[in-house]
Structures are given as C-alpha cells and as structure tokens.
C-alpha cells in the first residue's frame, strides 16, 4: 500500500509548484493533516491571477475559495493551452498529491466530468494512473474520482467499471463508538467514508494497517499530552496510517476516500483522539 496523503509544511506555503514537488520527494512520509492557509490568505483569495505564480499559489494553497481555484485552473490550462482538467491533474501529479490544496484539487477534477469527458488524452491518463499500484494513493484517489464521474458510456474501455461506494458512519452519542463496525470490500475499489458527527465531543477517523491499530491508538494517546496533539488532530506521524479524516466538530460531517489495497486483509478504522480508540473502531475487510 501507497504511503498516506502528503501535505507540505508552512514552510512551502510560498514556494513555486515544481519547488514544492521537488522538497516533497525528500520529506518524510507524513498522516495528511492540511496545514492553516498561508498568511496572505486574505490577498490570495480575493485576487484576479494575472500571472502563473499566483495562479499555481491559489490551485494548491490550503484555505483559498472554490470559486478562485477555480479560476486560478482555468487561467492556468489557458496559459499552457490545455484543458482546466488537465491543468488541475498537473498541479496533482507535480505535488505528488501533496500541496496544502489536495483535497480541494480532488474535489475540483470531479466537479469537472463534463470538460474531462471531451478529454480523450486526458481520460485515458487518468484511467492508466487509477491503476498504477506503483503510483501512491495520493495520485491514484484523484483520477479515480474524476473518471468515476464521468458517464461510463463516455469512458475508455480500462475506465468503464470505475465507480466510488459511500460507507456512511455516524456517532453513537456518548458511547464513544460508530454505528458500523463492519464494512466489506473488494480489492481495488474506492470507498468514500463519511462521517456524521452527532456527538457533543470531537471524533476523527483513520484508516490503518492490518495489525496496528494498538500501534496507532497508544500514539494518539500520547499525542494528547503534548500542545503538538491538538494541532496535528491526533494523527500519529507513523507509515501505518493510511488515511485520514481530520476532527469533525459536533454537528458537523466530513468525509475521506480509501484505495483498498489488492492485499486482502482486514484494515482497521478507528478515532484517536485520546482516550477513544479501544472502544471507538471497526474493520474493512477485504476479500475478493
């Protein structure tokens, strides 16, 4: 399985796009807490892009609003001449999936079915980085997404059978636990998992290696004893966790994507914040 979700540290809240790409390569693999918007979120979110700088900024910095990523991919795609699909696939694929905007970039390409449905080039890219296991989840998840929003009559032969499958959770309040505990899969496919958070207390939900979950839970524990605990949502920094839905706030819903992996096993999810791990988990099992 694919290292988890990258997200760059503060630190490349002001580099270029191929910048941040090439720090990315040498950073250690981290659980994908997005970082706060860079200070100039205010300036970044409400101005036009009139150059390629600020346009790649406002793509893949955390915090800047939809319709001004938006803008900023279109103006993008127009400067290289290619479509807004296209120019938001890039800005994945040369961030590793891993800019402060990631999940806003996932969400963007699969709002953009129609434009990427009159792709052809761009479809078959995607279909053949959606199966790529040497590729990360990162990179994987996004073409997935995006291609499973396209009618499948509009597909390429290798894209047709794509599809997401939503797993919906809900808390059980002031129990500490999911209402399910149990969830089935097969090898491959991409299951959306939502969150309704109905509790009065915060919950989160990671998805782990097969075996880890005591590793996990004693880690967000301790997280919980130091003032890096809240700021990091109580996601461990260990290659065990696979991928994250950060804190959801009572009365709030969130929701995170798995690639389950070919290998069948039984993958674990569970809340770390601190205290209610052992009680507040379930499993994916995964069989053909």
Request: hydrophobic fraction near 40%; aromatic fraction near 4%.
């Amino acid at each position: 399985m694919a290292a988890p979700n990258l997200y760059l540290a503060p630190m490349l809240r002001t580099t270029t796009l191929a910048a941040a790409a090439a720090l990315c390569a040498t950073m250690h693999a981290a659980p994908p807490v997005p970082p706060p918007p860079p200070p100039d979120i205010a300036t970044l979110g409400s101005t036009t892009a009139s150059d390629d700088a600020t346009a790649k900024r406002q793509l893949t910095e955390s915090g800047v609003p939809a319709d001004r990523r938006r803008e900023a991919a279109a103006y993008l795609a127009k400067a290289k001449g290619t479509s807004t699909p296209a120019a938001v696939l890039g800005a994945i694929e040369e961030t590793n999936g891993s800019c402060g905007g990631a999940r806003d970039l996932g969400e963007l390409l699969e709002t953009l079915a129609a434009e990427t449905a009159a792709d052809a080039a761009l479809m078959d890219r995607m279909a053949a980085l959606a199966k790529d296991t040497t590729k990360p989840t990162s990179l994987r998840i996004p073409a997935h997404r995006a291609l499973a929003a396209v009618p499948a009559d509009k597909r390429p032969d290798a894209a047709k059978t794509l599809a997401t499958r939503t797993i919906a959770l809900k808390t059980i309040p002031g129990a500490m636990k999911y209402d399910v505990v149990e969830i089935r899969a097969k090898p491959g496919e991409l299951l959306r998992i939502t969150l309704d958070n109905n509790d009065t207390m915060q919950h989160n939900v990671l998805v782990v290696q097969p075996g880890k979950l005591a590793e996990v839970g004693v880690a967000a524990d301790k997280m919980g004893e130091s003032a890096e605990g809240k700021a990091r949502q109580f996601v461990p920094d260990l290659p065990s966790v696979l991928e994250v839905m950060g804190l959801v706030d009572p009365g709030k819903s969130a929701s995170v994507f798995f690639l389950v992996p070919d290998k069948e096993a039984t993958y674990p999810y569970v809340c770390t914040y601190p205290g209610h791990w052992r009680m507040m988990n379930g499993k994916i099992k995964v069989s053909k």
